[in-house]
Every structure is written in C-alpha cells, then in structure tokens.
C-alpha cells in the first residue's frame, strides 16, 4: 500500500495508543513520520515496529524547549512536511472537591499549553495544503462527573481548532480535530490496574456505549489520517469517533 507515499508527518504522543496506530498506519502506507514522546523506552520499542521510514525524538510538549528541539529535528529531516497531529495528552481525572492546584496546572501544562506551542513552534514547517490534526474527547462535550480539568483542556483544545484553522486557512493549511470516545489504548493497564479490574471496567463501560464496545487505536487512526490527507474541503471541524456515545 503507497496511499502516503512522498507524504511526511510529524505525530506527538506517537509512541503508544492512538498517535501510534496513526504513525503506524503512515509509516505502512509508505510516509515518513516522526514522532516524540517522554520515554525513550517506549520510543524506541515503537521505532522498532515502525522500521526505517520513522525516527524519534525523546521529549515532553509542555517544555517549550523540548518543542524547539523536535522543531529543529522535523526541520533536518523533512524540511517541510504534510501533517502534524497534536496527540499528546494525559487522561486523568479528579473530583471537584480533591482537586489540586499541582493537578490542575500539570493538565493544562500538557494538554492545552503543550498542543498549543506544539502548534506555534511547527506550523512555519507545514507544507501548502497540510493538515492539523488535535485529539481532543468526548469528555469536552458530556460533563463527565470527576473529568472537570481534563474535560475543559480538551474543551480548549476543540476552540482552538476552530480558531487556529481561520489563522493558517491563508496559508491553506486546515486545522481539525477528532474525539475519541472508549478506546482502548491499555492505558489502565499501564496506570497500574490490575488485568482484572480493567477488564471488568471495560466491560462496564461498554454497556454504555451504542456499539456495546470499545474502540481500537487504529479505528482512531483512520480518522486522524482521513483529516490529515484527505478532508481537503473541512476545516475548523471536529469529527467523533465513540461508537455514537455522543450522538445517539
């Protein structure tokens, strides 16, 4: 498959979960992709799935300087590239009442200030007709108990899809976002859940869901790359991906 072939992307949060299905998805239909993330571990064990077409860079996009290195390495590797999907992100919640000053700054820190300058720092390299790509969630539309911070950052994060596609549009670059319902990333099995207790979360949480299950990284990645490449008529748009969670 050569669907992307001459096609170069850079994806942050690319070394685990939905940014690596997308990088994967890329890198399999011939693109060259770069991707950044915090551990150098699991960097590289991604690198070594993906194969030669994808390189790496450690860093964390809430330090602006960690984001001026990735600009500088897209800019050594690429020149000037097709897409860059703003993924990184942390999910985690906390009650109104428990919630901390530390808590609350280290979300917006990630979540909204890194994809922000992820945004300032890359957007001189995209190329004419590049698409921006924001994960936000279903959270920012469903007033989910517990999910206050996290739910506003990606809140944020869907006005500024909105805001940044009419800033870059002049230099015919689209900017969109997709929103994830249940997925299932074994972010609860990294975050220290036993495989039982996650397994019967899961199966609770599907119940809810219209499909009456979870969806996968890589059905996530189609619509990332559908946004990336191409949707060359939308921009400013927001497209979810749950299962109708939040449509029916």
Same mark, same amino acid.
Do not use: C, W
């Given at each position: 498959?050569n669907e992307?072939?001459g096609?170069s992307?850079?994806i942050?949060?690319?070394?685990?979960?939905?940014?690596?299905?997308?990088?994967?998805?890329?890198v399999? #239909?011939?693109?060259?992709?770069?991707?950044?993330g915090?551990?150098q571990?699991t960097? +590289?064990?991604a690198?070594?799935?993906? #194969?030669e077409?994808?390189?790496a860079?450690r860093?964390?996009?809430a330090?602006?300087p960690d984001?001026?290195?990735?600009?500088d390495?897209?800019?050594?590797? *690429?020149? !000037?590239? +097709?897409?860059?999907?703003v993924?990184?992100?942390?999910?985690?919640?906390?009650?109104l +009442?428990s919630?901390?000053?530390?808590?609350?700054?280290?979300? *917006?820190?990630?979540n909204v200030?890194?994809?922000? %300058?992820?945004?300032q720092?890359?957007?001189?390299l995209?190329?004419t007709?590049?698409?921006?790509? %924001?994960?936000?969630?279903v959270?920012n539309?469903?007033?989910?108990?517990e999910?206050?911070?996290? $739910?506003?950052g990606?809140?944020?994060?869907?006005?500024?899809a909105?805001s940044?596609?009419?800033e870059?549009?002049p230099?015919?670059?689209r900017?969109n976002?997709?929103s994830?319902?249940p997925?299932?990333?074994?972010i609860?099995e990294?975050?220290?859940?036993?495989?039982? $207790?996650?397994k019967q979360f899961?199966?609770?949480q599907a119940?809810?869901?219209?499909?009456?299950?979870?969806?996968t990284?890589?059905e996530?990645?189609?619509a990332a790359? %559908?946004?990336a %490449?191409?949707?060359?008529?939308? !921009?400013?748009?927001?497209?979810?991906v749950?299962g109708?969670?939040?449509?029916l």
């Amino acid at each position: 498959m050569n669907e992307y072939r001459g096609k170069s992307a850079v994806i942050t949060g690319g070394g685990n979960g939905i940014g690596f299905a997308t990088a994967k998805l890329l890198v399999d #239909g011939g693109a060259h992709v770069l991707i950044m993330g915090r551990s150098q571990n699991t960097l +590289d064990a991604a690198l070594e799935r993906l #194969g030669e077409n994808a390189v790496a860079v450690r860093g964390d996009v809430a330090s602006l300087p960690d984001l001026d290195t990735l600009a500088d390495r897209a800019k050594s590797e *690429f020149g !000037t590239f +097709d897409a860059l999907f703003v993924n990184a992100g942390v999910a985690r919640t906390m009650p109104l +009442d428990s919630t901390t000053e530390d808590f609350y700054d280290e979300l *917006f820190a990630i979540n909204v200030k890194g994809a922000y %300058f992820t945004v300032q720092k890359l957007a001189p390299l995209l190329s004419t007709g590049a698409g921006v790509v %924001f994960t936000t969630s279903v959270a920012n539309v469903m007033g989910l108990p517990e999910t206050s911070v996290y $739910a506003a950052g990606k809140a944020a994060l869907r006005s500024l899809a909105r805001s940044l596609s009419g800033e870059l549009l002049p230099r015919g670059i689209r900017v969109n976002a997709i929103s994830p319902g249940p997925v299932d990333t074994q972010i609860l099995e990294r975050s220290g859940m036993t495989e039982e $207790a996650a397994k019967q979360f899961k199966k609770e949480q599907a119940s809810h869901n219209p499909m009456k299950r979870f969806g996968t990284p890589a059905e996530v990645a189609r619509a990332a790359a %559908f946004f990336a %490449f191409d949707a060359t008529y939308t !921009t400013g748009a927001e497209l979810a991906v749950d299962g109708g969670a939040t449509q029916l």
